[in-house]
């Protein structure tokens, strides 16, 4: 371990050997920390999972946690996960309180994904003391090192009563007082704005302005992509009512820019490269947005906005609950699982035999799962589509409501449907956990192409 004192700054510099950093500025009444990994050519190749930043709190001092103005709460001690006094259920981090220590918590579960939050959200949370009026908090001025995008969950704590300070430090990021040439100062860094604009002749003639989009730079991928990178740096803004946005204080690098609009499907993505210099300032001026479009709607369940809210049934009579989710199985008697099939009934008055319709299906997650696809014969050997396995989200278990997006079109032969009332079968098949699932985002069945929509 290395100090080193600035006095010009009054800046003191604790260094690790691997890597990590420690900035403690005159007059605050916190520090900063990072850390800087690298690996060479002649290294051999390995995976790094994740990297965490861990406080070990004193427990008789920090009670109460605080994670959004609406997520807060007294909480339980770290004996109450112990052996008699807790029991642990389907995974190790979940436990059932059956014994603890203040008899309030009875009953409850303990599970440290009931406490995650979104990457957007993430600025400031942290710990209240229960005997003095001292708090630890975490701030985190920028998501910019953050993989997965704005939406990505993250195990977390946030709060509304340190607001003031997180502004503060979102408008000093990017800091000027590292010396590493790892991190770019604002003066070396670029910026990049436009306005984006949305073409769905379903919905409107005419450009739609993508009012409260997210448009982000990531590395350059297919679109959708910047979902599971785990290099590199992304840089995300809302567009405002108009549809323009600006994002500021990017690396320097080659990014694709990259966006998703609430209320449409789909992902979009600009093909040219931005290549952002230090000073750059880029327009891109307006930026097109054509989303899946095969027909007119015949029919739509949900909102197109990446989560599953619109899909949620809740239980009335939940067998085990943390009082933070106060009102918010698939399992047979044999202690196995099994497959669900969801019907979706409608009726179609005039059906085109010779034209191809178009079933959207807009996942919000999934999880060790394959979804098939029949129409009007749930026996039938042969599905019309089917996904093949995919997802390994783990929402169901982290307590979600949204993990990786996924758009899947489904061609569906108009010899298959019948005037009056048709069945759509969405099968789901796994049956080996009870956290082997799927939340539907959105479904829309589509007429055949006409003069009036856009493909």
């Known amino acids: 371990m290395e100090v080193k004192k600035l006095k010009k700054q009054d800046i003191i510099v604790i260094s690790h050997e691997d890597g990590e950093m420690f900035v403690i500025l005159s007059g605050s009444s916190g520090f900063y920390t990072y ?21 070990q709190l004193r427990k008789d001092k920090f009670r109460y946690m605080a994670i959004a103005d609406d997520r807060q709460r007294h909480m339980p001690l770290p004996d109450d996960r112990e052996e008699g006094r807790g029991q642990v259920l389907a995974y190790p981090e979940a ?17 440290k994904y009931e406490y995650s939050c979104e990457s957007r959200d993430i600025r400031v949370h942290g710990w209240i003391s229960t005997d003095s009026a001292v708090g630890f908090w975490l701030i985190t001025p920028s998501i910019e090192f953050k993989s997965g995008g704005p939406l990505k969950q993250y195990n977390t704590a946030h709060v509304g009563p340190t607001i003031l300070s997180m502004i503060n430090e979102v408008q000093k990021w990017p800091y000027d007082f590292p010396g590493s040439e790892d991190f770019p100062p604002s003066d070396q860094r670029g910026q990049v704005h436009g306005r984006l604009l949305v073409l769905d002749r379903d919905v409107r003639k005419g450009n739609i302005p993508a009012n409260g989009a997210f448009v982000g730079l990531a590395s350059p991928g297919d679109t959708g992509s910047w ?26 690098g080659d990014y694709n820019i990259y966006a998703w609009v609430p209320g449409f499907i789909g992902d979009y993505k600009y093909d040219k490269v931005i290549t952002i210099s230090t000073g750059s300032n880029i327009d891109v001026d307006d930026l097109l ?11 739509e369940i949900g909102i197109p906005d990446r989560s599953a809210n619109e899909f949620y049934i809740p239980d009335s009579n939940p067998k085990y609950v943390n009082k933070l989710y106060l009102n918010h199985d698939r399992k047979k008697e044999n202690n196995t699982y099994e497959g669900t099939t969801w019907q979706i009934k409608f009726k179609q008055e005039t059906v085109d035999r010779t034209a191809t319709y178009k079933l959207r299906l807009a996942l919000a997650t999934a999880h060790n799962v394959d979804l098939q696809v029949r129409i009007n014969d749930v026996n039938a050997s042969s599905p019309l589509f089917s996904t093949g396995n995919i997802g390994k989200d783990n929402t169901i278990a982290r307590h979600g409501i949204h993990g990786l997006y996924r758009l899947f079109n489904v061609d569906v032969p108009g010899a298959h449907l019948v005037e009056g009332i048709n069945t759509i079968f969405l099968t789901q098949t796994a049956d080996q956990s009870p956290f082997q699932g799927i939340m539907y985002d959105y479904i829309r069945f589509e007429g055949p192409p006409s003069s009036n929509t856009i493909k």
């Open 289 to 299: 947005y054509e989303p899946p479009r095969n027909g007119s709607t015949i029919w």
């Open 227 to 252: 979902q599971i990178q785990s290099k590199g740096y992304q840089f995300w803004s809302k567009t405002d009512k108009d549809g323009q946005f600006t994002i500021n204080n990017i690396r320097t």
């Open 35 to 55: 850390a800087i990994y690298e690996h060479l050519n002649e290294w051999p190749a390995f995976n790094f999972d994740n990297t965490r930043i861990v406080f």
């Open 95 to 111: 436990v059932l309180l059956v014994n603890p220590i203040e008899p309030e918590f009875k009953g409850e579960v303990d599970d």
